[in-house]
């Protein structure tokens, strides 16, 4: 990369991290002044009545329906826009953001167990491939900048500013690295997700946002934690293949309502308002509930624990399974950490630590990306268990390279 182009691309990426800040700020405060109107004021204007999830949630399916059919499948999911980015160093735009804007904001505004990054990921990479097109960028420069502003926007929405850079960097099937233009690369992005940062965080301040980063408090590692290491790594990893179970299971008995989308939405929309009316929980992403299970999960029993995690994971697959589309990297590190503490009552070690490689090796299995799940989980535990947590993520996605062996005859 010259170092004009370098320079040019620092600047604009101070710029784009600015602006994604500002965009994922705006479509946050929208949101919950939405959610706000339908479950607070909605709720209190109808003395709160008990089956007020069910009616709201139902009639949510609806909207959800209506949009699936007269709108499209929007919300992109974030794998798509990332899919799309890679294939073809671009994401398409025309007629497409103010789809995503509108499709995400009924499916969040509803309660849906899903988050809203995948929304803001399509809003933005289309925002930014615009810019680079009416700028007339190169094709270097505009697939540079898009790569930043996904970045950005990531580590700006999850309070992890590695977890946009590897999620935008890991995957399976990437071409080799040119080890200059990459390391220039990250300085760009450095720049980028730092101006993002001060911008977004000023902008909390200056409303009193909460952050979705909850401390879930301190850990001490010793023998009986290290032999656990292995055992809760596998329990982790197949709480998160149960993911993959409950998607098979929801695709099987929902495939006759598959070309009807209001009919299919509000079937989802049905089971999320009677799972919310027994466990709150089910409702919105998670991010806000994970600190709220670390303060109370000292007075739940394993069973309501279990309940509330295996619960969550299928209610997450619910919604995407029925045309409630968005993100569901919140709704599985709530589930993984609500099961991880549940097993804090039956195993006499650190707490901290089992929820900590539980829930990365769950995560990991889910998103199917080691480093970008390691660095998202790392920023809820302390210091110190942040080599396990990198260890637990790798050793949860590994599978050992079988050796083809011809014998001779």
Same mark, same amino acid.
Request: charged fraction near 10%; hydrophobic fraction near 55%; include cysteine.
């Given at each position: 990369?010259?170092?004009?182009?370098?320079?040019?691309?620092?600047?604009?990426?101070?710029?784009?991290?600015?602006?994604?800040?500002?965009?994922?700020?705006?479509?946050?405060?929208? !949101?919950?002044?939405?959610?706000?109107?339908?479950?607070?004021?909605?709720?209190?204007?109808?003395?709160?009545?008990?089956?007020?999830?069910?009616?709201?949630?139902?009639?949510?399916?609806?909207?959800?329906?209506?949009?699936?059919?007269?709108?499209?499948?929007?919300?992109?999911?974030?794998?798509?826009?990332?899919?799309?980015?890679?294939?073809?160093?671009?994401?398409?735009?025309?007629?497409?953001?103010?789809?995503?804007?509108?499709?995400?904001?009924?499916?969040?505004?509803?309660?849906?167990?899903?988050?809203?990054?995948?929304?803001?990921?399509?809003?933005?990479?289309?925002?930014? !491939?615009?810019?680079?097109?009416?700028?007339? %960028? !190169?094709?270097?420069?505009?697939?540079?900048?898009?790569?930043?502003?996904?970045?950005?926007?990531?580590?700006?929405?999850?309070?992890?500013?590695?977890?946009?850079?590897?999620?935008?960097?890991?995957?399976?099937?990437?071409?080799?690295?040119?080890?200059?233009?990459?390391?220039?690369?990250?300085?760009?992005?450095?720049?980028?997700?730092?101006?993002?940062?001060?911008? %977004?965080?000023?902008?909390?301040?200056?409303?009193?946002?909460?952050?979705?980063?909850?401390?879930?408090?301190?850990?001490?590692?010793?023998?009986?934690?290290?032999?656990?290491?292995?055992?809760?790594?596998?329990?982790?990893?197949?709480?998160?293949?149960?993911?993959?179970?409950?998607?098979?299971?929801?695709?099987?008995?929902?495939?006759?309502?598959?070309?009807?989308?209001?009919?299919?939405?509000?079937?989802?929309?049905?089971?999320?308002?009677?799972?919310?009316?027994?466990?709150?929980?089910?409702?919105?992403?998670?991010?806000?509930?994970?600190?709220?299970?670390?303060?109370?999960?000292?007075?739940?029993?394993?069973?309501?624990?279990?309940?509330?995690?295996?619960?969550? =994971?299928?209610?997450?697959?619910?919604?995407?399974?029925?045309?409630?589309?968005?993100?569901?990297? %919140?709704?599985?590190?709530?589930?993984?950490?609500?099961?991880?503490?549940? =097993?804090?009552?039956?195993?006499?070690?650190?707490?901290?630590?089992?929820?900590?490689?539980?829930?990365?090796?769950?995560?990991?299995?889910?998103?199917?990306?080691? =480093?970008?799940?390691?660095?998202?989980?790392?920023?809820? %535990?302390?210091?110190?268990?942040?080599?396990?947590?990198?260890?637990?993520?790798?050793?949860?996605?590994?599978?050992?390279?079988?050796?083809?062996?011809?014998?001779?005859?």
């Amino acid at each position: 990369m010259k170092f004009r182009l370098q320079l040019v691309l620092t600047l604009y990426g101070v710029i784009l991290g600015t602006l994604v800040a500002v965009i994922a700020f705006l479509f946050l405060r929208l !949101t919950n002044f939405l959610i706000y109107l339908v479950w607070d004021a909605g709720a209190s204007l109808f003395g709160n009545p008990v089956f007020w999830p069910i009616l709201i949630c139902t009639l949510g399916g609806i909207f959800v329906g209506l949009s699936r059919k007269h709108i499209g499948p929007y919300p992109r999911e974030m794998d798509e826009v990332m899919g799309e980015f890679h294939a073809n160093g671009r994401v398409s735009y025309q007629g497409k953001i103010w789809r995503n804007l509108v499709a995400a904001l009924i499916v969040l505004m509803f309660g849906a167990s899903l988050g809203p990054e995948a929304a803001l990921v399509s809003i933005c990479a289309g925002l930014v !491939t615009w810019v680079g097109d009416k700028l007339h %960028f !190169t094709y270097q420069q505009r697939d540079a900048l898009i790569e930043f502003g996904i970045g950005a926007l990531l580590s700006i929405i999850f309070s992890s500013p590695l977890f946009g850079v590897a999620s935008t960097q890991e995957r399976e099937s990437a071409p080799p690295v040119n080890k200059k233009l990459h390391i220039q690369k990250i300085v760009i992005y450095f720049f980028s997700v730092s101006a993002g940062f001060l911008v %977004f965080y000023y902008l909390l301040q200056l409303n009193d946002g909460p952050s979705p980063f909850a401390n879930l408090g301190s850990a001490t590692v010793s023998w009986p934690e290290l032999l656990l290491l292995i055992p809760l790594l596998l329990a982790g990893k197949y709480f998160g293949k149960i993911y993959g179970l409950f998607e098979m299971v929801i695709a099987f008995a929902t495939r006759k309502i598959q070309a009807k989308p209001v009919i299919l939405a509000v079937s989802g929309g049905l089971i999320l308002g009677i799972l919310a009316t027994l466990l709150p929980y089910m409702l919105y992403s998670g991010e806000h509930g994970v600190g709220e299970i670390s303060n109370e999960y000292d007075t739940m029993s394993i069973y309501l624990l279990l309940t509330i995690g295996f619960a969550k =994971l299928f209610v997450t697959k619910i919604c995407l399974g029925t045309g409630w589309r968005g993100g569901h990297i %919140f709704p599985i590190i709530f589930a993984s950490i609500a099961v991880g503490f549940a =097993l804090t009552k039956i195993l006499p070690v650190d707490p901290i630590f089992i929820v900590a490689i539980f829930a990365t090796a769950s995560c990991s299995v889910i998103l199917k990306k080691p =480093l970008a799940a390691a660095f998202l989980l790392a920023l809820f %535990f302390p210091i110190q268990l942040w080599p396990f947590i990198i260890v637990a993520a790798y050793l949860a996605v590994y599978k050992p390279k079988s050796k083809n062996r011809v014998s001779a005859v």
